[in-house]
């Protein structure tokens, strides 16, 4: 006879770490109310991964409050805890409403914490001849572990479950189950304030237990213990063994309930419909109407010959290395109504229908990074186009501050089905190339994943209003994107060479003096030896010694110019290795066989928006120093001419828009200099009469502005008092009155909604505007008026990106778009299509989106990069 099973849930456990998985990642959830419903969303998506297992009786405890008999015991037990969030206490209502509406039982009992009342219905389970699973987070439920009932713990937030049975606790700890609780008492649990003995961990712990099996047996073999480890714990047993204690789960508490009042019953279908409706949680109500396939239920083909394809589907390119410039390619899965299949790489080289199937525009294609997969399939000689949607892209517009991670965005999107890629690949230098059915079995899982999930995320862009910013900005970039870092940009290695030669010999001189001035040879990248050197041997003031030696970081060192030349030669020789190595040295070790470079653009990953580089990153070459700004002698034209068009204090003219400041927008419609004429307004002085300091301190300010700077901060950039600085800012927003009436509703706005967003309705979400930290407050409010701003200028760039783009394709040009660096676009420019690629460029960029102030592109021309300085 089959024996019946029982599910028993740490209901706090699931709830908390459901609240901070999603907290993490920046978007706390809530409904059209502002109710924040992010922990009972997540807890509600693991009960209908447990449901899947059907029990036959199911049960959720919860803590009933903060005082337990164990607090009698120890009066600080779990003093150490945070205080439980606001927007989590409002959740525990909910979640005990929800279960409601699915007839899941709950309970609670004053003096008791959940746990002893899982312990005891676990024990009277078991007696009853039932099979019980056991869902917490929490490592003292392993004492529970037995032949019949597994305890599952909670693993990455409340996405994996980790099956624990007493051959597990044998294998990781040699330990029986009844011995967690001794572990506990012994090494004690910081989460709860549980003391332990002091100074004995883990391994110690265990060493103690596989000697003498439990606490009190040690209590009884104390004069067997030699040295200082001896002594700690013969003054501390008795704490060990109040610690055990407190750590042991009862398994007798009093309930006034019986096994069969946790019979599964059907779930209230209207009411739990209302539910989810009432706090917007759309997905679920979805998933409730229409049950879903999951991915063990679907069947693969791995072929050696594509089937035929008619009809749109979604394309996963299975790119092995990070670098997808350099990365072979292991195969493709394809996932639609019509077909499920994956083939190897080199029998899709050999297909050569499948082939003229990828390159066919009007088939079009789903995936989730598609310009990874574009360009890395290019580089293996099969070319694909007709990608109409990216995953990767309707994911980071909607929340930006995801983890681009393929399981992590899945599970975010309520769906359950997808494994973390390392565990089919390995990590690190366990890495490796799966067999080709493992390869087809999880890249077929993600085609599935991308599928199911696109008409959600396409209706979540719609709600947001954020789908014109999908479909007309990001989408069309990531085509202009893979052609720039696929054309890439020449290098001239020589140049490179040339420079590094001589680098290295100033380096060399510059050790040679460092020696000199500190009368000894020392390794001068050695922070420990450097401080040494500077506070102990030439005696220098203000050096803080921690525990791994003084601090030599560069604002210590600035701070001490003035008091030895060995100062600043260091902080020479510092900046001149890292040109050196990271530029000179790493360039020449990025550049292909083709002679270029092929960076790597990163679209989804900033949160203001702005597009960053990596390998190499294009966008940090130094150029504050001449010898940075050399390193761009060696980026060349392949045509005939480098062309540089560069936005105008674009930040500031969007803050003039957004705010609508008639002042400044009237003064960059005239092509004024903006700081001579902001000087000339809060200063009170004719134009004619603003001098050098003015304009550099109402430079500093409007750039201030922007980012939110204290007056602390302006004072220390400009070198004047604080309550100079304050005066300045107070002037600044008398002048224009429309910034602080702008900041003031953009901050209103974000603390009643979570988020701000830019002219094109890109969303930054900043829930450290409503912190208890009044640190983080002040930082969600600096982030409040900064990003709508920074946003707005990557916004105008990647729309004149798309502008520029369109007309070179409709002037025929053989020119290219070669760089992107901040606001600056960079182009190889043939000689005889010059003047027409000026006036595109320059068009295409002051064009871009219309505003209140006239957005202004300067350009330069020269025969490398450099020359355009």
Not at 154 to 183: F, S, W
């Amino acid at each position: 006879m089959k024996m019946k099973k029982i599910t028993l849930i740490d209901g706090n456990s699931l709830l908390y770490r459901a609240y901070y998985a999603t907290a993490a990642v920046g978007n706390l959830m809530t409904n059209k109310d502002g109710i924040p419903t992010n922990a009972i969303f997540g807890f509600a998506n693991m009960l209908d991964r447990i449901l899947q297992d059907e029990p036959d009786y199911l049960m959720v405890a919860f803590d009933a409050g903060k005082k337990t008999f164990r607090h009698e015991l120890q009066k600080d037990y779990k003093g150490t805890r945070k205080e439980t969030p606001d927007e989590l206490i409002m959740q525990f209502d909910l979640v005990r409403e929800y279960l409601d509406c699915r007839h899941i039982v709950h309970h609670e009992m004053e003096g008791y914490e959940g746990d002893d009342l899982i312990g005891t219905v676990s024990r009277m389970a078991e007696e009853a001849g039932m099979e019980v699973a056991v869902i917490t987070g929490d490592q003292d439920m392993l004492q529970l572990v037995s032949n019949h009932t597994t305890v599952y713990r909670t693993m990455k937030g409340v996405t994996q479950l980790e099956a624990n049975v007493p051959a597990t606790l044998k294998a990781k700890y040699d330990l029986e189950p009844d011995q967690i609780r001794d572990l506990k008492g012994l090494m004690g649990d910081a989460s709860d304030n549980i003391p332990g003995i002091k100074g004995v961990g883990e391994k110690t712990a265990l060493k103690l237990l596989h000697q003498y099996g439990t606490v009190e047996n040690l209590s009884e073999h104390l004069d067997e213990l030699k040295g200082k480890m001896g002594e700690k714990i013969r003054d501390g047993i008795q704490a060990g063994l109040d610690s055990k204690q407190i750590a042991t789960i009862m398994r007798d508490v009093p309930i006034d309930f019986d096994l069969e009042s946790l019979t599964r019953q059907s779930d209230d279908e209207a009411k739990l419909a209302d539910f989810y409706r009432r706090y917007d949680m759309y997905s679920l109500l979805k998933k409730m109407e229409q049950p879903r396939t999951t991915s063990s239920e679907v069947s693969y083909q791995l072929v050696n010959q594509a089937p035929q394809l008619t009809k749109d589907f979604t394309l996963v390119v299975g790119v092995y290395d990070n670098n997808y410039h350099k990365s072979i390619v292991l195969g493709y899965a394809v996932y639609s109504d019509e077909a499920c299949f994956y083939i190897s790489y080199e029998d899709a080289l050999k297909d050569k229908v499948f082939q003229e199937v990828l390159k066919n525009e009007a088939i079009h294609k789903n995936g989730y990074n598609i310009k990874r997969e574009m360009i890395a399939s290019r580089w293996n000689g099969i070319e694909i186009q007709g990608y109409d949607y990216d995953m990767q892209l309707a994911s980071y517009i909607l929340n930006p501050s995801l983890k681009d991670d393929l399981k992590v965005v899945s599970e975010f999107y309520d769906y359950h089905d997808l494994v973390y890629a390392e565990e089919i690949f390995g990590k690190g230098a366990k890495r490796h190339i799966p067999a080709l059915a493992d390869q087809a079995k999880y890249y077929l899982d993600v085609a599935m994943m991308i599928h199911r999930l696109k008409s959600d995320l396409i209706s979540r862009l719609k709600q947001d209003e954020q789908y014109e910013l999908y479909e007309n900005i990001e989408l069309p970039l990531t085509y202009i994107l893979a052609k720039m870092e696929y054309n890439g940009v020449k290098v001239n290695v020589d140049t490179l060479k040339q420079q590094e030669k001589a680098l290295s010999g100033r380096i060399a001189l510059l050790e040679k003096e460092i020696y000199a001035l500190a009368g000894t040879e020392f390794n001068i990248a050695s922070p420990k030896q450097l401080g040494e050197i500077l506070f102990e041997k030439l005696q220098l003031p203000n050096g803080k010694k921690t525990k791994t030696g003084y601090s030599t970081a560069a604002e210590v060192l600035e701070k001490l110019v003035g008091f030895h030349p060995i100062v600043q030669k260091i902080l020479d020789y510092r900046t001149l290795t890292k040109l050196n190595s990271t530029y000179l040295v790493g360039l020449q070790e990025q550049v292909f066989l083709d002679g270029r470079i092929h960076t790597m653009y990163n679209q989804a990953l900033t949160q203001t928006g702005r597009l960053s580089s990596t390998d190499p990153n294009l966008q940090n070459i130094p150029i504050r120093y001449e010898e940075g700004k050399k390193i761009r002698q060696a980026f060349v034209p392949e045509y005939d001419y480098i062309l540089s068009y560069d936005y105008s204090q674009i930040e500031l003219r969007v803050v003039a828009s957004l705010a609508n400041v008639h002042a400044l927008i009237d003064a960059f419609n005239h092509d004024m200099d903006i700081h001579t004429k902001t000087a000339s307004d809060i200063f009170h002085v004719p134009v004619t009469e603003v001098t050098k300091d003015m304009r550099r301190q109402a430079k500093a300010i409007n750039f201030g502005i922007i980012y939110g700077m204290s007056d602390f901060g302006l004072a220390e950039q400009v070198g004047v008092s604080i309550a100079q600085a304050k005066d300045f800012i107070n002037r600044y927003f008398a002048t224009y009155p429309e910034i602080k009436e702008y900041m003031d509703r953009v901050i209103d706005f974000a603390k009643k909604n979570g988020y701000v967003s830019t002219m094109m309705n890109r969303r930054r979400y900043i829930p450290e505007i409503n912190d208890k930290n009044f640190m983080r407050r002040e930082l969600g409010k600096r982030l409040a008026m900064n990003s709508p701003i920074q946003g707005s200028a990557a916004d105008l760039l990647k729309v004149a990106m798309i502008k520029v783009d369109r007309l070179m394709q409709e002037h025929h040009v053989q020119s290219k778009m070669i760089l992107q660096v901040h606001d600056e676009l960079v182009f190889d420019v043939k000689a005889d299509e010059l003047e027409i690629m000026k006036k595109i460029v320059k068009e295409g960029m002051e064009s871009a989106y219309p505003m209140a102030v006239n957005l202004k592109a300067e350009g330069a021309i020269g025969k490398t990069w450099y020359d355009l300085k």
